[in-house]
C-alpha cells in the first residue's frame, strides 16, 4: 500500500541493523515500564457526566487499515463531548488520512532507529503537560504501546481494554463479544455509558483533492460513461494474504476485453510486479504507483468499483464510499471484513478463482449508475 515513508518490506531488509534495533528498543522500553510496581485503583464512572474538556485518543500501530479502523471512535467522542479539544495519538499515515476529520492535534510516533530512542519520552512529556482529563487506548486489544502512551498520559482518567496491559489504567473495559473490527466500536463505548451507533469509517477529501484525484483519472481513461475499476495487486505475503499476480492479471485482462477501464495500482511492496503486468498489459492499462496516500485516495474515491485483497486500500476504498470486492484467502473474514452494507467478500478455502471475482464485479458493475 501506499506509504508516507519508506517502511516496506523491500527497504527493511535493505535495512534490517537498524528496523532490528528499533523494534527491539520499542519493546525494551514498554517492558522495562512494566517493572516499576504501581496500584493503580480501577474506577466505575458515568463519562458523560464527568466534566471532560481535553481528550487523548490512541492508536499507536503503523498499518493504514488500523488507523482507518479507528475513525469511528473520533466520531463517536465528538459527537459525546462536542466542546471537547479531542486530539489523536497514531503514525504518520494516520495524521494523513485524518486530516478534515473533527480532531484537534495529531501527535505522530515513530519506529525509526535513531529517534525512537528518545521519542517516546519526547511524546510523554508533550502529552502530560496538556493535562487532559480522559486518555483512551482505542485500539480495543492489547496495544502495549497504546497502552503505554495512555499509561502514562497522567490523565485523571486512563482508560482501555482489559488484559495485560491494563495495569496503567483506571479504567478497564471488559472486551466485547463483537469480534468485527468494523462493529466494535460502537459496542467498547457503550460500556463507557457513552451514547453511540453503528458509524463506519469515513475518510473525508477537500473539493481541491476531489478535482485533483478527477483530473489525474480522466487523463489516463479519457472521459466517457464506462465503468472505472480500480484493482490493487498487492497483500501481505507473510501473512498469506496475497492473491497470486497471474490471478491478478487474467483478471485485468478480461475485464478490458468487456470495455471495462481498470487502472492497477501499486505499493512499494508491489513496485517490482510493474515489470510483469506492463509487459503482459501494454500501454492499454495504466499502472499507478502513487506515493501520496491523500492523492491515491483521492484517485480511488473515483473509481466505480474496486477490488483488493484484505489490506489497507481495501479498508481505504470502503472509507470512501467506493463499492469494494474484498478478497480474503484467510478465513478470518469475520473480523477484519467490511460489512455487506459497503463490500462483497469472497473467499474460498479452496482457492479463489477468476471466474469467481468476475461474476461478482458483474453484478456490481450491473448495480452502479454511471450518471
Known sequence: MVKTKKESREGLLKHPLPYFLNKKIRHLIMRTTNLFPREVKKEQINLPKEQIKKILLARANFRIGNAILAIPAINIFRKNFPHATIDFVGSPASGLLYKHLPIDHHYS???RFPGILWAYFSLVSKIRSMKYDLAVDVSCSQSMTSSFIVGFSGARFRAGSQGKWDRWFNISIPRPA??????????????????????????????????????????????????????????????????????????????????????VFFGPDEKKLMGFFGQSLGKDVPLILEPSLRTFASMVSHCNLFITCDSGPMHLSCALGVRTIALFLKRNFNRWGPPPD????????????????????????????LF
Open 342 to 369: 459497503i463490500a462483497q467478500i469472497i473467499y474460498n478455502s479452496e482457492g479463489i478463482l477468476v471466474e469467481d471475482v468476475l461474476k461478482v464485479a458483474d453484478e456490481e458493475l450491473c448495480n452502479i449508475s
Open 178 to 263: 463483537e469480534n468485527n473490527k468494523y462493529k466494535v466500536l460502537p459496542v467498547f463505548f457503550h460500556a463507557m455509558r457513552m451514547e453511540t451507533q453503528q458509524v463506519f469509517p469515513q475518510l473525508i477529501l477537500s473539493s481541491e483533492e476531489r478535482d485533483e484525484g478527477k483530473r489525474k483519472v480522466t487523463a489516463l481513461i479519457g472521459v466517457n460513461q464506462v465503468p472505472v475499476v480500480g484493482v490493487f495487486v498487492g497483500g501481505r505475503k507473510s501473512k498469506g494474504k496475497k492473491w497470486p499476480a497471474e490471478n491478478f492479471l487474467k483478471l485485468i485482462t478480461t475485464l478490458r476485453a468487456q470495455g471495462i477501464h481498470v487502472i
Open 109 to 111: 510516533i515513530t519506529r
